[in-house]
């Protein structure tokens, strides 16, 4: 079974510090994998999604790696902001629609 | 375009009683999906769908049914509900291919007493 890891747990960062949530998973045989954001309260969003076959993807400020071999993914923010105080997760699929999430990293932006 | 949409966002339930979530997309999606969110355990796959008529079971089936008889529908229903059931519920979407992200629905926020 797929077993989804994301450390730290929680995360507070003065607003402008460039930061990285780590997301590490146990069987490297997967679909692809998503990092999600989720306000309190509210559905999940997707950030960003990697393909099995891609190392990285990027979508603005954010920046998420992946590295099969090792079994981790790493999500890269830059230059936070206070808007980007949410909880952060990090999702594995093995199979089409079948996901594994981790637990998340809650992240808070001080002004 | 509404996406994913849940309904309750909140309800109550008595134990032993029964209910049924409702979850509609509004996307053609092939794939929908069921998750409960619990504090300090991430989200955890309840039921899969893979096309109208296709069901299968997730990480946590056990006192959840579901039916797909149309491509927009995925009803999850609770057959008799326990307080382990009490939960934050989401219903997600995505179409086949491997570089399409998962859309969610607000959830449900679940309580059994």
């Known amino acids: 079974k797929q077993e989804v890891t994301q450390i730290p747990a929680a995360l507070s960062v003065p607003e402008g510090e460039n930061l990285v949530l780590n997301c590490s998973f146990t069987?490297?045989?997967?679909?692809?994998l998503q990092w999600f954001r989720q306000d309190p309260g509210k559905g999940l969003t997707s950030l960003l999604l990697i393909q099995s076959s891609q190392r990285e993807q990027t979508s603005g400020r954010l920046n998420a790696s992946l590295d099969k071999s090792s079994g981790r993914s790493t999500l890269y923010i830059a230059a936070s902001q206070p808007g980007d105080s949410a909880t952060y997760l990090c999702?594995?699929?093995?199979?089409?629609?079948?996901?594994?999430f981790g637990s998340g990293t809650k992240l808070n932006v001080k002004p | 375009n509404a996406g994913v949409t849940q309904t309750p966002k909140f309800q109550v339930l008595k134990t032993g009683q029964s209910m049924t979530l409702q979850c509609a997309q509004d996307?053609?999606?092939?794939?929908m999906s069921w998750y409960r969110q619990d504090p300090g355990m991430g989200l955890r796959l309840i039921h899969y769908?893979?096309?109208?008529?296709?069901?299968d079971q997730g990480e946590v089936p056990n006192g959840y049914n579901v039916s797909r008889s149309t491509t927009e529908d995925f009803p999850l229903r609770l057959l008799s509900a326990a307080p382990s059931q009490t939960s934050v519920y989401f219903c997600?979407?995505?179409?086949?291919?491997?570089?399409?992200?998962?859309?969610f629905g607000d959830g449900t926020r679940l309580s059994i007493l």
């Open positions: 997600a979407s995505s179409r086949r291919e491997s570089n399409q992200p998962q859309h």
């Open positions: 069987d490297s045989a997967i679909y692809n």
């Open positions: 769908s893979v096309g109208a008529g296709i069901t």
């Open positions: 996307m053609n999606h092939e794939y």
């Open positions: 999702a594995v699929s093995t199979d089409f629609n079948k996901f594994y």
